[in-house]
């Protein structure tokens, strides 16, 4: 199997227009995974600026998005909370043998803490290889188990019900040669030094990573259907999978009534709903649909709560995740 190159997500937090252009142009040079530059939420990993720090208590710094003078906006970001870079100069208060900064002015310095970002992202590349190589082989139906082996060695083992065990030193190498395998659920037993990933956020971080369409084509015409929130958690979901989810839990819509609907362009709108899709959120099905009464306790009622995302979510997950992709 001939591994995908990952879309990682850098947020740029208190550059300038101009710096953002000398950021996104000395990124494209990085030559290991593909680097997205962007806004901090949901981001991967985090450049700051330095020069826009205003306080730190702890690991928690303010940043001034831009200008004061300009009605420039503040953010209160946990450096700690993602891998992070600090643009020179580095306020006193951030210095320290753990701070990873760099310098505008020298792209190579910006090309080292992509490196590093890249070591300390490994996991989620794993995850995100593991994933890709399981929507290619076509096995996510059913609850099944499976082995991912090269030869001899195990790379990975994978419970349709929920659960994925993957090999800490994985390489591209290794997966290009795997094959997954069908095994009894009995047999399959991973290491206890093995990464272990949940399924479902394991498929949600590859729908929403990949530059491949997946969503599967009788969704571009049919009627799709509510079926459960997503369960993974809350801060892998982004503004406009919430925002879709209330759609449907208010009524069925096809694909260009929801891009009405939500006023939003098509190509977000699809990779939004393939990454509902494999975790078992959404179908075109209307007797899988969630029933009409639950959708009116779980959200309707709360439309006040759904603003916020996390916290609707978080009350209606309930159960063990289960990934199955539904017709």
Known sequence: MKTETPIF????????????????????????VEWQCGQPEGADAWLV???RVARSVGSTVRVIARNAAEGGTALMVDISSRPTAIAAPV???????????????????????????DRELAPLK????????????????????????????????ADMKGKVFVLPE??????????????????VK????????????????????????????????SQIYLRRPP???????????LRVIRELAAAPANLAELVKRLAVKKSPLVRALAAL?????????????????????SWASRAGAFEDGAGALRAARTGQPSTTPLL
């Open 9 to 32: 997500r850098l947020g740029l937090i208190g550059f300038s227009d101009r710096e953002v252009q000398l950021l996104r142009s000395g990124v494209a040079r990085y030559s290991g």
């Open 49 to 51: 600026n330095g020069a």
């Open 91 to 117: 306020p006193q208060v951030l210095q320290g043998p753990e701070t990873r900064f760099f310098d505008l002015r020298k792209t190579e310095t910006l090309l080292t803490c992509l490196a590093a970002f």
């Open 126 to 157: 794993r995850s995100f290889w593991i994933a890709a190589n399981l929507a290619s082989s076509e096995i996510l139906v059913g609850k099944a188990a499976y082995e991912l082996r090269a030869g001899e060695q195990l790379l990975a083992a």
């Open 170 to 187: 994985l390489t591209e190498q290794q997966l290009d040669q795997a094959e997954w395998k069908h095994r009894a659920r009995k047999t």
């Open 190 to 221: 991973a290491p206890e030094d093995f990464e272990q990933h949940l399924l479902a956020e394991m498929l949600w971080i590859y729908t929403t990573r990949t530059r491949r369409e997946l969503l599967p084509e009788r969704y571009f015409d």
């Open 231 to 241: 369960r993974v958690r809350a801060e892998l979901l982004e503004d406009l999978h």
């Open 277 to 297: 899709y494999y975790v078992g959120s959404i179908t075109a099905n209307p007797e899988r649909a969630w029933a009409a009464s639950a959708q009116q306790s």
